[in-house]
C-alpha cells in the first residue's frame, strides 16, 4: 500500500505540473508493458507489483484500457499460481470495462482464460459455453485492424482446439469432429503459433483413437511429435510426453506391441525431464505465492495505518458537531422515547383486551365447530337407523310377487325417496371428510364391467321417471379386472351420472370407458359420462365444481343440495386426475377424466368366481345358525327375513347382554352385532366374547361412517363390518367369506338346524 500512496502522490503532482491525460495513459501503457516482460521473464512479483501500480493508476483517471490489460495480466498470474478465484475476478473486471471500447484480443482473452479454469475444475458445461464465447469474440469477421487479427487468431485457434478435446472427452465425438474439420480450414488459410499446430494434430489422435481408427491415430501422433522434435529449443514437455504416451497406447491396440514399447521409453523420458522443469515450476509459483502475500500483508497493514491517521484527522474536526449533534439528538429521543412508551402502553392495554376477546372467540368457535361436528356424526346416525328399516322392509316387500303393479310403482317410489335421503346424508359426511382430508383410497380387485352395470342398474327406477336410458360402451381391450378404490370410483361415476339423468329428459347417457395405454403392469383408462340434456353455459363452468352451487332455471326445478360435482372434482383428484368439462346449451353436456390404474392379474377370470358362485352359496341347503344382536325392532324384522330368505337361521336378541350369554351356550357360525344398544353394547359384548372364543366371526352393524370406526373395530375384536343401510349383494358376500374362513381354519363341520 505505501506503493499505492507513493503513486497517488505522484499522479498529483503529474496532474498539478500541467500533463495531460495523455501522458499519463502512456506512463500506464509503459509501465503494462515493463510488466508484461518481467511477467515472461519468470519475474513473478515483480511483474505482480507492476501491474497492481498499472491499475491503481489507471483506476484514478478511468482509463479503461489500461485497467484491463492489468487485471487481465493479473488473472493470468493467479492462474499460473492455481489461485483460481482471483483469477476468476480479475477476468470478469477486464470484461467488465474492456466491453466499453471493444478491445476483441482482451475479451477473447479473458473468456479462453475463463473457460480453462472452468475446465481445470471440471465444470465442462460451464467451460463449454466460455470456449463458445472466446470463439465469437475472436471472429476475424467485421470490422478489424491487421494487428488485432493477428492477435485473436492464436485465441481462436486455441479455442477451437479445446473445445474439441472437451467434446472429445464427453464422447460427443459428432461435435469434436466436427470442430476439427473447422480448424482444418482455418489452417489452410491462417498461421497460428507452432505448439498449437502440435495440439491440433494430438486432439485429432485422440478423435481417432476414440473412435477405433488406429492407423489414422498414429499418423495424427507422428505428425505431432515431428513437428515438436523439430523445434527442439522451444519444445513442450507436457505435450511431448502426453502425445508419446497416447500413441504407445493407440500402437498397442493395433497389434504393434514392439514399437508401443518403443514409444512408451521415450514417454518415459520425456515425463522425467518435464518433472524436473514442473519441480522447478512449482517451486518458481511457491515462492512467488510467498512473496506476493507479504506483499499484500504490507500494503494492507500500510492503507491500515493512512485510514488511522486519517480517522484521527478528521477527529477532532467533527467532534464538536458530533457533540451538538448527540445534545439535540438526545433531548429529541428522550421526547420520542417517552412519547413511544405512553403509546405503546396505551396499545399493549387494547391489544390485551383484544386477544382476551380473540381466545374467547376461538375457544368458542372452536366448541362450535366440535358441536357441529358431533352434531352431524349423531344426525347422520340417527338418520342411518332409520332409513336402514325403510330401505329393508321396501326391499323386502318389493321381492314380494303377489303385490300388483301399482304397489310396486308406490314402493319403488318409496325406495328411490329412501335412498336419495341416504345419498343426501352420505354427501354432507363426504364434504366434512375431504375438507380435513380424512379420505385415503383403498386399492381392491375389481371387476370393472360388473361394477358399471350395477352403477347402471341403480338408476332404473330414475332412468324410468325420466324417460331417459344409460349406454355402457367400454372399449374391446380393456382389462376385466383391475385394483382401485371400488367406493370412490363408483361414487365418482354414480354422481356423474346422476347429474345427467338431472338434466336429461327422453335423452340417452352414454357412459364411455377408452383404453389410452397398457403395458403389464398398469392400465390408463379414461371415463366419459356424456348426456343430451339442457347443457351448461361457459361462464358457470368454474361455478358448478364448488359447494352447494347449482344452475338456475326459472322453469326447472332441480332437486340437490349443490355437493355432488364438488365432491366428484375432489375426488377425482384423489385419484391424481383432473376433471374436464366440455358443453353446449340446449345440445348436451360431457364430462371425462383420466386415471391409472394397477392391473390384477391374480384374480380368476372364470365364471365360478362370480357372482354366481356367491349367489348358489346364499342358496345353499345347508343352513348356518347367525347370531343377531340388535335393539331397534324394525331393524330386527329386516335383518331376520332378509336371513331367512336367503337359507340362514337366526336368533334374534335385544342387547350385547344377551348376545354374550347366547354365545356362551350355543354355537353360532357368525354373529351380527349392532354397536349401540342399551345395557351392554356391541364393543363390551365382542370384548367379552373374546375372552372365551377368539375364533367365532363377529361382524359390526353400524349406522356410523365406516371410515371412522374401521380401526376401532378391529382392534376391539370384530373380524368385519357392515354399515345400514347395507347393499344386499355385499351384506351376504361379507357373511359367506367370514363363514368360510372360519370353517376352513378351524376345519368345522356344518352347524345345521336341529
Do not use: W
Not at 472427452?169 to 498461421?191: C, F, P, R, V
Not at 383484544?354 to 368458542?364: G, Q
Not at 380435513?436 to 321417471?465: G, H, Q, T, W
Not at 376385466?480 to 345427467?500: A, F, H, P, T
Amino acid at each position: 500500500m505505501k506503493t499505492i500512496l507513493l503513486i497517488s502522490f505522484l499522479s498529483f503532482t503529474v496532474l498539478t505540473s500541467g500533463k495531460t491525460d495523455r501522458d499519463i495513459i502512456k506512463k500506464i501503457d509503459d509501465i503494462n508493458t515493463s510488466a508484461l516482460a518481467l511477467y515472461n521473464n519468470e519475474e513473478i512479483v515483480k511483474s505482480f507489483k507492476e501491474f497492481i501500480n498499472a491499475k491503481v493508476l489507471a483506476d484514478s483517471i478511468q482509463d479503461n484500457y489500461g485497467s484491463a490489460t492489468a487485471n487481465f495480466n493479473l488473472g493470468n498470474i493467479y492462474y499460473l499460481m492455481e489461485n483460481y478465484d482471483s483469477a476468476q475476478k480479475h477476468y470478469q473486471l477486464t470484461l467488465n470495462v474492456i466491453k466499453e471500447i471493444n478491445d476483441r484480443y482482451l475479451i477473447s482473452g479473458s473468456y479462453l482464460n475463463l473457460a480453462k479454469i472452468y475446465r481445470d475444475q471440471n465444470d465442462y458445461t460451464k467451460s463449454i459455453k466460455y470456449f463458445e464465447k472466446a470463439l465469437g469474440a475472436s471472429s476475424t469477421k467485421g470490422g478489424i485492424s491487421i494487428s488485432e487479427k493477428e492477435q485473436i487468431q492464436d485465441i481462436y485457434f486455441d479455442a477451437r482446439i479445446n473445445l474439441s478435446e472437451l467434446y472429445i472427452k464427453n464422447n460427443n465425438l459428432e461435435k469434436a469432429l466436427m470442430n476439427l474439420l473447422k480448424i482444418g480450414d482455418y489452417l489452410k488459410t491462417h498461421s497460428v503459433n507452432l505448439n498449437l499446430q502440435v495440439y491440433y494434430n494430438y486432439i485429432y489422435g485422440l478423435y481417432y483413437t476414440k473412435k477405433e481408427l488406429f492407423n489414422s491415430a498414429n499418423t495424427k501422433f507422428r505428425e505431432a511429435i515431428f513437428l515438436l522434435e523439430g523445434n527442439k529449443e522451444d519444445i513442450d514437455l507436457a505435450l511431448i510426453s502426453n502425445i508419446y504416451m497416447q500413441l504407445s497406447i493407440s500402437l498397442a491396440k493395433s497389434g504393434k506391441s514392439t514399437e508401443a514399447y518403443i514409444t512408451l521409453l521415450q514417454h518415459n523420458n520425456y515425463k522425467n525431464e518435464l518433472s524436473n522443469e514442473e519441480k522447478n515450476r512449482q517451486d518458481l509459483i511457491v515462492k512467488s505465492k510467498f512473496l506476493i502475500e507479504d506483499y499484500k500483508n504490507e500494503a494492507q497493514t500500510a492503507n491500515t495505518e493512512r485510514l488511522h491517521q486519517l480517522e484521527i484527522a478528521n477527529k477532532f474536526k467533527k467532534i464538536n458537531i458530533a457533540i451538538i449533534i448527540t445534545l439535540l439528538l438526545l433531548v429529541v429521543s428522550i421526547i420520542v422515547i417517552y412519547k413511544s412508551y405512553y403509546a405503546k402502553e396505551k396499545l399493549s392495554k387494547i391489544l390485551e383486551a383484544k386477544n382476551k376477546e380473540l381466545e374467547i372467540a376461538k375457544d368458542e368457535a372452536l366448541k362450535t365447530s366440535e358441536l357441529k361436528s358431533e352434531f352431524i356424526s349423531n344426525v347422520s346416525h340417527e338418520l342411518r337407523t332409520p332409513l336402514y328399516g325403510v330401505v329393508g322392509i321396501t326391499s323386502l316387500l318389493l321381492e314380494n310377487n303377489n303385490l300388483n303393479n301399482r304397489d310396486k310403482k308406490h314402493l319403488k317410489s318409496l325406495k328411490y325417496s329412501g335412498d336419495y335421503l341416504l345419498n343426501l346424508v352420505n354427501d354432507i359426511l363426504q364434504v366434512g371428510k375431504i375438507e380435513a382430508n380424512k379420505i385415503e383410497l383403498k386399492n381392491v380387485s375389481v371387476n370393472l364391467k360388473e361394477m358399471l352395470d350395477d352403477i347402471a342398474n341403480s338408476f332404473s327406477y330414475r332412468l324410468v321417471e325420466t324417460n331417459n336410458k344409460i349406454n355402457i360402451l367400454i372399449d374391446n381391450h380393456v382389462p376385466e379386472y383391475i385394483k382401485c378404490d371400488k367406493v370412490r370410483l363408483s361414487q365418482i361415476l354414480i354422481n356423474l351420472i346422476g347429474n345427467s339423468v338431472k338434466f336429461t329428459s327422453s335423452g340417452v347417457i352414454n357412459l364411455r370407458v377408452k383404453l389410452l395405454s397398457l403395458d403389464a403392469k398398469n392400465v390408463g383408462l379414461c371415463f366419459e359420462v356424456e348426456d343430451n340434456g339442457v347443457g351448461i353455459p361457459k361462464e358457470k363452468f368454474d361455478m358448478i365444481f364448488d359447494n352447494f352451487s347449482q344452475l338456475e332455471n326459472s322453469n326447472i326445478n332441480y332437486q340437490g343440495t349443490g355437493l355432488g360435482l364438488s365432491i366428484t372434482k375432489n375426488l377425482i383428484e384423489l385419484f391424481e386426475s383432473e376433471i374436464k368439462l366440455e358443453s353446449t346449451l340446449n345440445v348436451g353436456t360431457k364430462v371425462s377424466f383420466e386415471v391409472d390404474f394397477e392391473l390384477d392379474k391374480n384374480t380368476p377370470k372364470l365364471a365360478s368366481d362370480s357372482k354366481p358362485k356367491v349367489k348358489e352359496l346364499e342358496n345353499s341347503e345347508s343352513k348356518y345358525r347367525i347370531l343377531v344382536a340388535e335393539d331397534n325392532k324394525i331393524n330386527q324384522v329386516v335383518t331376520k327375513n332378509l336371513l331367512k330368505k336367503n337359507g340362514y337361521l337366526c336368533t334374534i336378541v335385544q342387547n350385547g347382554k344377551e348376545a354374550l350369554e347366547q354365545a356362551k351356550t350355543n354355537e353360532y357360525d357368525l354373529v351380527l352385532m349392532d354397536i349401540n344398544m342399551p345395557i351392554m353394547d356391541g364393543n363390551e359384548a365382542t370384548v367379552a366374547i373374546r375372552e372365551f372364543n377368539d375364533a367365532l366371526p363377529i361382524v359390526a352393524l353400524t349406522a356410523s361412517d365406516i371410515d371412522e370406526i374401521r380401526q376401532c373395530c378391529m382392534d376391539i375384536g370384530y373380524n368385519d363390518i357392515v354399515i345400514k343401510p347395507f347393499d344386499n349383494y355385499e351384506f351376504f358376500q361379507v357373511i359367506n367369506q367370514n363363514i368360510q374362513n372360519y370353517r376352513a381354519v378351524n376345519n368345522l363341520s356344518l352347524v345345521k338346524a336341529s
